[in-house]
């Protein structure tokens, strides 16, 4: 050996998660469990570990298994080792991933389901080779997604993004309310936010809540809007709506699902407000050739499908 090396311990991976899962569980049984061993293996494992350590990990009776306090000092080591071999192995799942073009698409439920399965099959028909994946996820965990590494893109309403995800527009969606063709807001021809005043609307999840919310701001007490529910799901929201049970608030986009219910979109006035949509990806991570792909496709095509459907 090259001098002034440090040879490696002689512990083995197996050895190292024997000692946490039964430092974790406090028995042999249950480790074994767990590792798919018998208690008499996890017990063999444990035993050539404190051989090569050269200390006891733990102390054993026939009623209970404690730690011994240096046991206690080198679990923290131990886990840390374990923690850093599931990166890696998480690295060499990306690094296969990316070598056989695989995409994953982080969007909310009506983008998720309506949208992107059209532009990933308009993609596939020029690159067949690349596989792209959805990743269905809230509005709110949106950005986690892709700052995570849990998606490479991302694709939603706009949303703060911090140092870790860039964002960059892709279209504007006007504010509208659909509700039945027999509810009272149907027959206005001009509607004004004060007019929802009146009316019973649900809001889909704690996004669309906070986004109403912003955007009456020092608004007096009677022009504020209060939803009189919230559910999780848009899907949900628009159903109450058709049922004529409530009116309900939403980007125009949404219309691709509303519009089968037989809803209603009724443009607000007074003023008149968007909501962007945009394109999330990573901006301390290095995403694929077939992400880098997939996120200039996104771009020009759903710009042009938001053309038809504003």
Not at 211 to 221: I, K, L, N, P
Not at 269 to 289: M, N, Q
Request: charged fraction near 25%; proline fraction near 6%; aromatic fraction near 6%.
């Amino acid at each position: 050996m090259p001098e002034g090396l440090v040879p490696l311990p002689r512990y083995t991976l197996r050895q190292l998660d024997g000692f946490c899962q039964v430092a974790e569980t406090l028995s042999f049984t249950v480790a074994g469990e767990r590792l798919g061993l018998t208690p008499s293996a996890v017990s063999q494992l444990v035993h050539e570990l404190e051989v090569a350590a050269g200390f006891k990990l733990f102390e054993r009776s026939t009623r209970r298994v404690a730690l011994t306090a240096a046991g206690q000092e080198f679990l923290s080591s131990a886990e840390s080792v374990l923690k850093h071999l599931r990166l890696a192995e998480r690295a060499a799942a990306d690094v296969r991933n990316r070598s056989t073009g695989l995409v994953r698409i982080a969007a909310p439920l009506v983008l998720a389901s309506a949208v992107l399965p059209l532009a990933i099959k308009a993609r596939l028909a020029q690159h067949p080779d690349v596989v792209a994946r959805i990743r269905d996820t809230s509005v709110e965990r949106l950005v986690t997604a892709v700052a995570s590494g849990d998606a490479d893109l991302g694709v939603g309403p706009d949303r703060a993004s911090g140092e870790d995800v860039t964002r960059v527009p892709i279209f504007e969606s006007r504010w509208v309310v659909w509700c039945a063709p027999g509810h009272p807001l149907a027959r206005r021809r001009r509607l004004r936010w004060r007019d929802l005043h009146e009316h019973a609307l649900v809001a889909a999840g704690r996004d669309h809540e906070r986004s109403v919310a912003q955007m009456h701001v020092g608004a007096t007490d009677d022009e504020r809007i209060t939803p009189v529910d919230i559910v999780d799901n848009i899907s949900t929201a628009l159903g109450i709506a058709a049922a004529g049970l409530a009116a309900t608030l939403s980007p125009a986009y949404v219309g691709i699902w509303a519009k089968r219910l037989g809803l209603l979109g009724l443009p607000l006035r007074d003023p008149e407000l968007h909501r962007a949509v945009c394109l999330y990806r990573p901006t301390r991570r290095v995403i694929s050739p077939a992400a880098e792909g997939f996120a200039v496709h996104l771009l020009d095509w759903i710009r042009d499908w938001a053309k038809t459907n504003p």
